[in-house]
């Protein structure tokens, strides 16, 4: 029994881009769609209901018929918010708006400021509207803020945002029937009484119309366009059109963009000091020498097929070594410690800047109090006062608030113990994961020994080859690597639903609460799945090899699969190389999925678009085309930078130019980001947020570990400790060089079988040759190495540590300008709402003096005299 306006498609004049009713005048802020099917009866019902108590709620709903649909199948259901509703849930959501024009000075002009014109958007893309104080928005105070078109006031994103908030709320039962779990647009998108749920964009992107908003258009052309890489962010615009949500990760992601180019020039000018100390490198040079490295015979790398080995056919390892471990790899290592602290700092006060200027300083509050998520409502059934707000609100009991963390606890406990488990044996994970463990070691070890057995003692063809130009370390690490990095892929998925899972589990009970909670065990999976590799080669590969006649094995000795060793140069070309493979090959795949997966899914959805003879594919059906943001759209973003952030942090000792990727990666990953948002995605419901949440929280202990990390990797992993004892404690007096370095960094080992013409082998330790007294155990030489790694680990990083706290210390997390406007803004607020109320009690005092007056015949329509108005301002 409830009557709708239908779409009239041959309506005169009607704009295909329309943003409005059929009558032109009400504004579209949310589109629902549906199509009948065979249970349609049911949702019908469910639909009647809904569509009723939204009506209820002071709604507007317009139905376009199915026959006028591009598809001929799918309704639409087009929402109005008339002012009445937006200026009621305004004051429920305190959503601030201005009372006053900024009148505070703007700052002076940076010297020089000419030079970035070039980087520079014009004004009125960069400050789409003027500045202004505002508050909290209050029904009953209308004519104290600055109202001048009620149908403008509120902004689109604003509008979308109340509407969604009523939509998540709105129930479809029927009134006699009080089912608390039938509430929501999402669980009707969810049981397909509802297709999808979207707020509209502006017109077209790519061609500015003057009959609506270009918003959109200014976005795509000064923003989304790959040509304008080396221009700067319209922030503003951003939160104007999309919200402060979207808004705050851009500002975020450009900054760390910023900061990344200093930290890429430094490390491509250690990288190119590397290159330069390329032919002075002693160590290469011995390896290299067919009279050093070519005389000297190294102990088989297997045990079954392998035969020994000269040194020399690791030639091209040891260089290509030298350009990542070498003395300025130790200044880098230190000096991204410190970038990192710079990098959060700055971004502390970055972010509270946008604080101030986007009306998000009290936010937090006003949404922990009041945004519960519908979800919580639905499944707690107990109720209990809310002690702030002195309302009841629903609950969830202690008892099994507690049960469901330990529950969710030693979940994700097992889960993370177990990954970490399987990759410290070089690779990934559990049950369908156990069979990929054990098929990698195994590859990892046969493959390492298939290619061991084909370096002979005897030169070939074959051999030279294969030796000069390829040693099984290096082989057997790259293709695992790859191996490793598809299967990572793939695990990712698995991850989510696991994920997701746990966290409804504990029901939280805000969005800010479930998205926090979400983050925190998405990235404990995902820092095991990506990092756990380089951890395994930083840390474990060749610690636990053991020595000629006693080897470690892999699963027992019955599997004849010794523990992998390090080149003679060490471990830290293999790490360089599983880095450069995992982190590159992310950023290649993540920008290839962004890219062109919207764009196939949105060729695909629209190819029967504009095909209807009656049809004229308006702005709902094209948006309707485009793919849906979803409720962790925004999460993966966050997760694959602070994915590459690790990277760059944790493991950058081993490869100079991961900021140089990171920076690369990051220009084309802004306007990728741009042009998905702009053209590819359906318009987001603007949502607020004040910081960029618990990720802030995440970079903040990855900033930590990567100082720890970066000294264990340089003492551990790097060769460089050893040189130095050698060079200072264990060289003859008399020279100043690395000469005799590999020659006394190689143990002897006496062969008992000789297939060849030799009595002693070579292996990489510090060990007592045979015949000594102590033979095979390590040598002193072996602890002044060890007691200088763990003096190296404390000194570095009590020196990082100490400039990173200073640094801290020294940089407040607010400027000093914004503290001022904001204690301004609060001030003013206070004091025009007294001057509000003074203004407001006269006038009421006015009247009632004319209402007595009247009584005698003496009420004038003049207003108070200046003795009456005196007496009134003494008696407020």
């Not at 608390?180 to 119309?209: F, M, Q, V």
């Not at 070594?321 to 971004?347: C, K, P, R």
């Not at 020994?449 to 003692?457: G, H, N, V």
């Amino acid at each position: 029994g409830h009557t709708f306006n239908f779409y009239v498609p041959t309506r005169l004049g009607h704009n295909k881009d329309s943003v409005y009713f059929s009558d032109g005048e009400r504004r579209i802020d949310f589109v629902l769609s549906y199509i009948d099917d065979k249970d349609g009866d049911k949702k019908a019902e469910r639909r009647r209901e809904f569509e009723a108590n939204l009506q209820k709620a002071g709604l507007m709903l317009e139905t376009q018929d199915k026959w006028e649909s591009d598809d001929g199948k799918t309704y639409y259901l087009k929402i109005h918010a008339p002012w009445e509703v937006l200026a009621t849930y305004a004051d429920v959501l305190k959503i601030k708006v201005p009372f006053k024009a900024d009148d505070i000075p703007k700052g002076r002009d940076v010297p020089l400021a000419w030079l970035t014109c070039p980087f520079r958007l014009p004004p009125h893309i960069m400050k789409p509207e003027p500045n202004y104080f505002t508050a909290p928005f209050d029904k009953s105070k209308v004519d104290f803020f600055l109202i001048g078109n009620q149908e403008t006031f509120f902004p689109p994103s604003t509008r979308n945002r109340i509407v969604y908030y009523i939509l998540t709320r709105c129930p479809y039962y029927k009134e006699d029937r009080k089912e608390k779990d039938k509430t929501g647009i999402k669980r009707l998108l969810n049981n397909g009484t509802y297709t999808s749920a979207y707020p509209l964009h502006d017109c077209s992107y790519w061609k500015e119309a003057k009959e609506c908003e270009s918003e959109r258009y200014h976005l795509y052309k000064h923003w989304a366009r790959f040509l304008s890489f080396y221009k700067e962010q319209p922030l503003n615009l951003i939160r104007k059109y999309y919200g402060e949500k979207i808004g705050i990760y851009f500002a975020w992601l450009g900054f760390y963009t910023e900061m990344l180019f200093l930290s890429a020039i430094v490390g491509v000018i250690c990288f190119v000091y590397g290159l330069l100390t390329f032919g002075n490198n002693m160590t290469s040079k011995e390896i290299c020498d067919p009279d050093i490295g070519g005389k000297i015979i190294m102990c088989p790398l297997c045990d079954k097929k392998c035969s020994y080995w000269k040194l020399n056919s690791s030639c091209l390892s040891s260089l290509q070594s030298h350009m990542f471990d070498n003395e300025g790899t130790v200044f880098f290592a230190m000096f991204m410690g410190i970038w990192v602290t710079m990098f959060l700092e700055l971004w502390k006060r970055r972010q509270a800047r946008l604080e101030y200027e986007w009306d998000l300083v009290d936010f937090e509050e006003e949404q922990q109090q009041l945004q519960i998520r519908p979800e919580f409502e639905l499944k707690c059934t107990g109720r209990r006062r809310n002690r702030i707000t002195q309302e009841m609100e629903p609950y969830l009991p202690l008892t099994s608030k507690c049960a469901r963390f330990c529950v969710s606890g030693a979940t994700v406990l097992f889960w993370v113990i177990l990954l970490s488990l399987s990759f410290s044996l070089s690779v990934p994970k559990t049950c369908m994961i156990v069979a990929c463990v054990i098929g990698v070691i195994v590859y990892r070890l046969a493959v390492y020994a298939a290619i061991a057995s084909l370096m002979k003692d005897s030169p070939t063809s074959k051999i030279q080859l294969l030796g000069p130009l390829i040693t099984p370390q290096l082989a057997t690490s790259i293709t695992a690597s790859c191996i490793n990095f598809a299967i990572i892929l793939v695990l990712n998925f698995f991850y989510e639903y696991v994920a997701i899972w746990i966290t409804d589990m504990e029901i939280p009970k805000t969005h800010l609460e479930y998205e926090n909670k979400l983050t925190m065990k998405m990235f404990m999976f995902q820092f095991v799945n990506y990092y756990s590799s380089c951890f395994y080669v930083a840390f474990f590969k060749g610690k636990f090899v053991g020595y000629p006649g006693k080897y470690s094995y892999m699963f027992g000795n019955w599997t004849k699969l010794r523990n992998e060793e390090c080149a003679p140069g060490g471990c830290l070309i293999e790490l360089t190389t599983q880095l450069v493979i995992v982190m590159a090959g992310k950023q290649l795949v993540g920008n290839v999925q962004e890219a062109l997966l919207p764009l196939l899914k949105n060729w695909w959805s629209s190819r029967k678009g504009r095909s209807h003879p009656q049809g004229q594919y308006s702005r709902w059906e094209q948006d309707h085309d485009l793919q849906s943001f979803g409720q962790f759209g925004l999460f993966y973003e966050y997760l694959e930078m602070v994915i590459q952030f690790g990277f760059i942090t944790l493991f950058v000792a081993s490869f100079p130019l991961a900021p140089l990727l990171a920076l690369f990666n990051n220009i084309l990953e802004v306007r990728v980001d741009a042009w998905k948002f702009t053209t590819q995605f359906r318009r987001p419901v603007a949502a607020k947020a004040r910081n960029i949440g618990a990720w802030e929280e995440i970079l903040n202990v990855m900033a930590i570990l990567s100082v720890v990390t970066n000294a264990f990797i340089m003492a551990f992993t790097s060769d460089m400790i050893p040189r130095l004892v050698y060079l200072y404690a264990y060289q003859p007096v008399h020279e100043a060089s690395m000469t005799g370095y590999i020659n006394n960094s190689l143990s002897i080992y006496e062969i008992t079988k000789i297939p060849m013409h030799v009595n002693y082998c070579r292996y990489r330790d510090y060990r007592y040759p045979p015949g000594h007294e102590r033979e095979y155990s390590h040598t002193m030489q072996f602890w002044h190495i060890l007691a200088a790694k763990m003096a190296f680990i404390i000194i570095m990083e009590h020196v990082v540590f100490v400039v990173k706290f200073s640094v801290a210390w020294l940089i407040p997390d607010v400027p000093s300008d914004v503290k001022a406007r904001i204690k301004r803004e609060r001030y003013l607020v206070q004091e025009y709402l007294h001057h509000y109320e003074v203004e407001k009690l006269k006038m009421q005092l006015s009247q009632s003096f004319c209402v007595t007056s009247e009584a005698t015949d003496t009420c004038s329509l003049l207003p108070p005299s200046p003795d009456q108005q005196d007496s009134l301002s003494v008696c407020v």
